[in-house]
């Protein structure tokens, strides 16, 4: 138990120092101007358990209930029998990428809730292919808070005065 409570520890220290090595250190102007998230529910979707950190972090600074799954076979299953109001997706995952996940998503679920993908790729053919599975927005992995979090509000904040 204490071993295991050591490895949550660093792990958490990890996140925080990968939070501030880049960039995301919180300013002035950052407090209090992201309300329109508030109670959002977004279910965020990679294998790797340092993005789905990282991803958990920034989104419970503001009051964001964040749902974690490893692939998109679990994503899928989520999204059966409970409802968000976004999906941060990883392309590249076992069971289930990605692309099958957001296609079964929009073909089989129906569901039209958005879908960002989150990819460490930069290339346009990659986009493209994102955008022709039902994907709404693409996010590069290491993602910029700012631009991550101004994302997420184009899809689903309110359209409000506040400042990123």
């Known amino acids: ?15 925080k120092r990968k939070i501030d090595s880049n ?24 294998d790797n358990i340092m993005n789905r950190m990282l991803a958990d972090v920034i989104l419970k600074k503001y009051d964001v209930l964040v749902t974690a799954a490893d692939n998109g076979e679990e994503a ?23 692309y099958q996940a957001s296609e079964i998503i929009r073909q089989k679920l129906k569901l039209d809730v958005p879908i960002i993908a989150l990819t460490a790729s930069d290339v346009a053919e990659e986009k493209r292919k994102c ?9 590069s992995k290491p993602f910029n808070k700012v631009q991550f979090l101004k994302t ?11 400042k990123i």
């Open 76 to 98: 899928v299953i989520y999204l059966k029998s409970n409802t968000c109001d976004l999906v941060l997706m990883d392309l590249q995952m076992p069971v289930l990428n990605g």
């Open 152 to 162: 997420i509000c184009a899809w689903i904040g309110e359209s409000n005065d506040s």
């Open 1 to 15: 138990m204490i071993n295991n409570s050591k490895k949550l520890k660093d792990s958490l220290t990890q996140v």
């Open 131 to 139: 955008y022709e599975v039902g994907m709404n927005d693409y996010l």
């Open 23 to 46: 960039g995301f250190e919180e300013k002035n102007s950052m407090d209090n101007n992201l309300t329109n998230l508030k109670g959002k529910k977004i279910l965020v979707v990679d």
